[in-house]
């Protein structure tokens, strides 16, 4: 944990806030910041405030904590008496220091982040709860991310996982899931609204079902969804532990059209002895296992990872198993992190890779990855795919390849079939061709 505390900062001062009225989001890190942002705007507008600036911050690196300790201290600047709150991650581990940055009215603590009274009566002083206490998982309101053609659905929060490098469980709490009725009634008013695709996002989906079942149930909630709501045509998953897939998930990537061909698996790593240090729950071959029961159940499925590069202790030779991992299993669509030590996990109190050298070997992974991106795209040339279409004459594929779009594009969030023309390292290039 952080170790100085700054001296507290002075309330901001009532009076007309500066700026246009309304609430200002500035999330950083994972999309579930950004989806709980969305909602923590709506429950800000109706405790009556009529401006002010939501921070959700992120604790997975340094960087990201810098760079929203620069944002706030910026707002606070260019926006003189707007309360600012914040939130998320880095502020729920260290809230008495998030709370003494200029323009900070109230932190709130992620286990209150969709609790109405956590937006009221600012000038009353209230105590962030231990995060380490939370149960259950209050039901989020219908929220849609500005400008995103897809919808996504929180089905769980927390970690119950201590994975040697990783401060998320201590900010989040222990892994708790949102039932499943509660899910797909989300589900079928984000398709009310208009959205063709959603995605289940939490910390660790491939746990929900546990605090509740006492099994990991994620492929019984996808069947569930996909039953309950067949008017979605496509439903796709956030990050999964490969260690925690479930037989039911498995079954339903073979089984259920609707579930899109893509998966992206935290991997992290690809060297045993590293994976183990990080206290991971799969091997290296699992994870190649993992992969190839994939490809086995769903032959054309796409594959992505989460890899952190430079781990502490990792050797050249370690590398390089990260790198034929990429290759033996070829995933195209890489999340690579440089290691990036946080104070109070195991891996921070390990010998540590000088920061050039993790950079260097992130830029190797995100190569070899663009390679493997390359080579999807080039399997692709001359099919008829099913494009989501997005801003800017853009939109996805199925397998979630990019795709520039020629012909009569649609309005973003609608669906059309695309004749694949061209690929190159950006993607693919297709025509909207009618419905066959
Ligand atoms: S599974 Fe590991 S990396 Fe993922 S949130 Fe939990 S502790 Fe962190």
Known sequence: MRAETPPPAQAPSPGPAAGPPGIELLSFGCRLNALEAEAMRGLAAAAGLPRAILVNTCAVTAEAEAQARQAIRRAARDNPGTPILVTGCAAQLAPAAWEALPGVARVIGNAEKLDPAAFADLGTPRPVPDVMAARGVPAMPVAHLAGRARAFVQVQQGCDHRCSFCIIPFGRGPSRSVPAEAVVAQVRALVAQ?????????????????????????????????????????????????????????????????????????????????????KRRHSRAQAEAACARARRLRPDVALGADLIAGFPTETEAQHADSLSLIEACNLAFLHVFPYSARAGTPAARMPQLPMPVRRARAADLRAAGRAAARRLYGSRLGQLEQVLVEAGGRGHTQHFCPVRLRGAVPAPGQLAPVRILAADDDGLIGEVRPWP
């Open 194 to 278: 208009g959205y063709r695709e959603v995605v289940l996002t939490g910390v660790d989906i491939a746990s929900h079902g546990v605090d509740i079942g006492g099994a990991a149930a994620l492929g019984a909630l996808v069947r569930q969804v996909l039953a309950e709501v067949p008017e979605l045509p496509r439903l796709r998953l956030s990050s999964l532990d490969p260690a925690a897939m479930d037989e039911a998930l498995w079954q339903a990537l073979a089984e259920e059209p609707r579930l899109m061909p893509q998966l992206h698996l935290s991997l992290q790593h690809g060297a045993g002895l590293i994976l183990k240090r990080m």
